[in-house]
């Protein structure tokens, strides 16, 4: 074990509950956080694990094993960008979950007068951090006050309910002290863990190796024939050679199909996946590609279930491009797909796109059996709701 932590007769456990989220908190938890991954040990002298501070933290250094610093007034905070570490960083491909587990131990100076430690975290790409912000102490507050005995603590928060932080994990955010401290105080961070997490909503490029198990949203092999999609902010669209292409006539143009204009109804626990060949103007670099859903048990286009490409994660290259999503761990694919929407642009781009296909399916083929068994249950399912 990394350092020794005291073990605590009691275990003190509290809920926060808030409108948007809630969650608990231990103080010094008896048993073990096991299966995490490791946002930082810090076990490196002069190693900052891809972490960063701002200027109201002063003395900053990593030696013994810890994160160390003073704070220096105003807003001290330190930060990981996840998504801007060095592929394959396992702590890169973490998305949070009901359950998901956010540990970290700290000391703090004898007699502190810090109230709080609060923790953001970015998540599904919103800003720099969910709002509000959890926090693993807080003084006269229902969460436990920050030890003020010089020792380590073990503080660990796991999410019970709230969509403001389910979702891919782009970003940490700690404030390890409260705004304004006293200045000079120290603060010692020995680890920060991530456990109960499941796979990020990964966009896959595979550029020639389609679904080999799909159910075709959308081919437009048919010359003139949109397939009943319905267009908004887009013109001069054509279906030509088995592309549909289009130029913007406004900021944020789309297209999209729900069941009602004969799109499949889906099952989804046979398809985790989407997937989509499309093709973006060489032009454009600082556009995103977004896809929205809705499903029978959660109808109808919501940001809550949107999920996007970043700018960054498309070959700005004008050739067509694979692009593949897994769905499955969002909170919200499950029952039958009722509707599917994809925007080309988000820059506000007036470049032609093209797209060749959408699909829903899996990476691997399942068993008859299991097949079988799938459609039953989407006969189930449709029964029930009709």
């Known amino acids: 074990m990394k ?17 948007a989220m809630a969650f608990t908190v231990e103080l010094d938890p008896i048993t073990p956080l096991t299966g995490y991954t490791s946002m930082a040990e810090w076990d490196t002298d002069g ?6 501070y701002n200027a109201d933290l ?47 131990r700290m000391q703090f100076a004898t007699n502190t007068l810090n109230g709080r430690v609060d923790f953001w975290a970015t998540i599904n790409g919103s800003g720099p951090g969910s709002w509000p912000p959890m926090q693993f102490a807080a003084a006269g507050g229902a969460i436990p006050d920050v030890p003020t005995d010089g020792q380590f603590h073990v503080f660990r928060l796991t999410l019970e309910a709230g969509d403001n932080y389910i979702g891919n994990l782009n970003a940490l955010r700690m404030d390890p002290v409260a705004d304004a401290p006293p200045i000079g105080e120290t603060f010692k961070v020995d680890y920060f863990r991530v456990a109960n997490v499941t796979s990020r909503v990964v966009v896959i490029k595979v550029d020639g190796t389609p679904l080999p198990s799909y159910t075709s949203l959308a081919e437009w092999n048919t010359d003139g024939d949109l397939e009943n999609w319905m267009l908004s902010g887009i ?22 199909k729900n069941n009602g ?60 491009h694979i692009y593949r999503y897994r769905m499955a761990v969002h909170p919200d694919w499950n029952g039958v797909l ?35 068994g799938i459609a039953l249950a989407g006969i189930a399912i449709l029964r029930k709701r009709f």
Not at 235 to 256: L, M
Not at 348 to 355: K, N
Request: include cysteine; aromatic fraction near 10%; hydrophobic fraction near 40%.
């Open 261 to 320: 204009m004969g799109m499949p109804q889906v099952n989804l626990a046979l398809a985790p996946y989407a997937e989509f060949r499309l093709k973006q103007a060489a032009s454009s670099t600082a556009s995103d590609i977004e896809v929205f859903f809705g499903t029978t048990n959660n109808p109808g286009l919501s940001g809550a279930r949107r999920v996007a490409i970043p700018a960054t994660d498309i070959p700005h290259d004008g050739q067509f």
């Open 47 to 52: 190693d900052f694990e891809d972490w960063t």
């Open 338 to 372: 009722e509707g599917f929407r994809v925007d080309p642009y988000t820059d506000g781009s007036f470049e032609r796109f093209e797209i060749d296909y959408v699909r829903v399916g899996d990476t691997v083929i399942p068993e008859p059996a299991l097949l079988l």
């Open 235 to 256: 013109t001069n669209e054509t279906v030509s050679g088995g592309i549909f292409s289009g130029e913007p006539n406004s900021a944020d143009p789309w297209f999209y």
């Open 3 to 19: 350092k020794s932590i005291l073990v605590m007769a009691a275990l003190v456990m509290f809920i926060a509950c808030g409108r």
């Open 58 to 104: 002063i003395d900053v250094q990593v030696s013994g094993g810890d994160f160390i610093a003073k704070a220096g007034g105003g807003d001290p905070n330190m930060s990981l960008n996840i998504d801007a570490l060095t592929p394959f960083d396992s702590r890169m491909d973490l998305a949070t979950a009901i359950g998901t587990v956010f540990e970290i």
